[in-house]
Nanobody
Framework: QVQLVESGGGLVQAGGSLRLSCAAS????????MGWFRQAPGKEREFVAF????????YYADSVKGRFTISRDNAKNTVYLQMNSLKPEDTAVYYC????????????????WGQGTQVTVSS
């Protein structure tokens, strides 16, 4: 099992940027793919981004493609989500998760989740 702790959320104006971090401990981090999901009030959790264990392959939801970048530093056991050109509709609690098996965009494919970090984008 891997333990995950997110940080870096906050309040930002539309058009601004934030960088989220997810620190991992426990299971060997460098061998596992990772993902970011988000959940806005009253909405279902949705996929945001995915990165494989080497960092060579990444995938994004259409709604964030071109604005968000997922990356990882295996030496620091950390995965990042750089969010640029933020919009009010990006407001949500953001979660990082460790992938275990199955489709990269499905939450049930991930076995460990962080506690989440709030991102609020004002218009």
């Amino acid at each position: 099992q891997v333990q995950l702790v997110e940080s870096g959320g906050g309040l930002v104006q539309a058009g601004g940027s934030l960088r989220l971090s997810c620190a991992a401990s426990g299971r060997t981090f460098s061998s596992g793919a990772m993902g970011w999901f988000r959940q806005a009030p009253g909405k279902e959790r949705e996929f945001v981004a995915f990165i494989n264990w080497t960092g060579a392959s990444t995938y994004y939801a259409d709604s964030v493609k071109g604005r968000f970048t997922i990356s990882r530093d295996n030496a620091k056991n950390t995965v990042y989500l750089q969010m640029n050109s933020l919009k009010p509709e990006d407001t949500a609690v953001y979660y990082c998760a460790a992938h275990y098996s199955g489709s990269y965009y499905v939450g049930s494919s991930f076995g460990s989740w962080g506690q989440g970090t709030q991102v609020t984008v004002s218009s």
